[in-house]
């Protein structure tokens, strides 16, 4: 079988990118065929790049015809059995997703929600404390209250996110990680014939360790070390995370934070008003191969994520290392974080809650040992490659057999 997968994942750290990476690789082991075109606005023709075929978005009703052209010639040169989409949302319209489904056999993977809603998502509040610390967050991170523009720009998205979803169940197998994402695709009339859950897997661990020790904080008589992996944007809670930093200043630590993004400057300059730059040390973007020390040198792993998350796999991965990881209760993550069994769940918002449970693992040794074991042995039982192809194989064949439901 030959598989084209299709994203517009422009860097190539991040969940959509280290999952595709592992998928190819896992199939390509099993025997079958794949190739792989990213969707990029402004490419003109087909450029080759990293492996991929860069191939121009096509979301707009005027360039969607143009664009689709693109995709249809790497069709053709490629002659794959069916088509599997990963987060293609901001990138490839209504039309482009219903002449795609047309051609070949489509499988859509849904790494996020924001399709299914009409208005768009909203992060919810952070539950920062009031007073100095609050004034520090709006002050450093937060920008300007939504402009008379910014609810045009909303509003003139509701037609197209309508569209989008129309097509979406036009499809003939959606996968999903999560059971959230799942109850909320029948709540929106998703024909459940054509949904498939598959947990993600992960291949990282000790056996499968690459990359060099880097950076501080890396020696026995240094304090442990909490991680955060991740970009650093509102919705994944890089403010909440610094807020449970300065709730546990009074306990020994250092923080290693790695990733990049819109909130990098912001979260800096928080850091530096709070008296914490000696102990906060921002990394930057880290290769896929290079992640693997960061994980190893860590005692805890925190997971802030404000909103739904398709399944957090940087918490998947710290279970591989035997990591304990303390993460807000929100969709895909309660997949693989149980409570008090291989890390700790809090509500979303509750800073103390989740510094607390932080504490917790960096004064016991022993404690952050047990919740690490239980959570390499689950991802060894529950959450393994083989298991995930099977169903994926499966899920695929459907698709070129049936058509199920199609209208």
Known sequence: MKILHVHDKQQAAGGVRTYLRELVAALRHEGHETAVVRLQRGVKGIRREDGEDLVRSSVGPVSSAIAFRGLEDVIHAERPDLVHLHSVFTTMGPAAVRRLSRLLPTVLTLHDIHPLYCWGLKVPSDGLASGEMRRLVHRFTRGPAATLASRIKQASAWPLRRLLAREYRRLDIILVANSYFREELLARRFDPRKLRFIPLFTSRGPGNSRGREAGEGTGRSDPPVILFVGRLSEEKGIRSFIGMLDSIRDSRWCAEIVGEGPEEEGARRLVDALGMEGRVFFRGPVAFDELDPYYRRCRVVVVPSLIPENFGLVGLESLAFAKPVVAFRVSGI???????????????????????????????????????????????TEFTRERHIAVLLSAYEDALRGRVGRV
């Open 334 to 380: 309660t997949e693989w974080l149980r409570d008090g069994i291989n890390g700790f769940l809090v509500e979303p918002s509750d800073l103390q809650a989740m510094g607390n449970r932080v504490r917790r693992v960096l004064e016991s040794g022993q404690l952050a040992a047990e919740l690490g074991r239980n959570g390499a042995r689950i991802v060894r």
